[in-house]
């Protein structure tokens, strides 16, 4: 089982990006899956997640309405693309995992098992 997360980069303030989550060795299909953020010194953000079941999403606060989080069952692929990007956005981006096909998803790092490297986004000018 693995997840490999790429789409980061260096980006100015304002602009996009897509986040890319691929899952192998598993069926996305039956997992829900969330991103999560960190930078040095805090505690790893739960930015949105998406359920296997009805496909429900949740947004952190800091992120509704900038990032949009979908999947591609077909593809074993999770996306986050995220619009008007902010210096505060800066930090690395994990994808993570968990067998679970009930509707609704959680944002809590506690509540998956699989998780990604990781992949940096920088905003700056």
């Known amino acids: 089982v693995q997840l490999q997360a790429s789409g980061g980069g260096l980006i100015e303030p304002g602009g996009s990006l897509r986040l890319s989550c691929a899952a192998s060795g598993f069926t996305a299909a039956y997992y829900r899956f969330a991103w999560f953020r960190q930078v040095p010194g805090k505690e790893r953000e739960g930015v949105a997640c998406?359920?296997?079941?009805?496909?429900?999403?949740s947004y952190a606060d800091s992120v509704k309405g900038r990032f949009t989080v979908s999947r591609e069952n077909a593809r074993n692929t999770v996306y986050l693309q995220m619009n008007s990007l902010k210096p505060e956005d800066t930090a690395v981006y994990h994808c993570?995992?968990?067998?679970?096909?009930?509707?609704?998803?959680?944002?809590?790092?506690?509540?998956?098992?699989?998780w990604g490297q990781g992949t940096l986004v920088t905003v700056s000018s």
């Open positions: 998406i359920s296997a079941g009805d496909e429900a999403t």
């Open positions: 993570a995992s968990i067998q679970d096909l009930a509707n609704g998803c959680s944002r809590i790092k506690s509540d998956y098992y699989f």
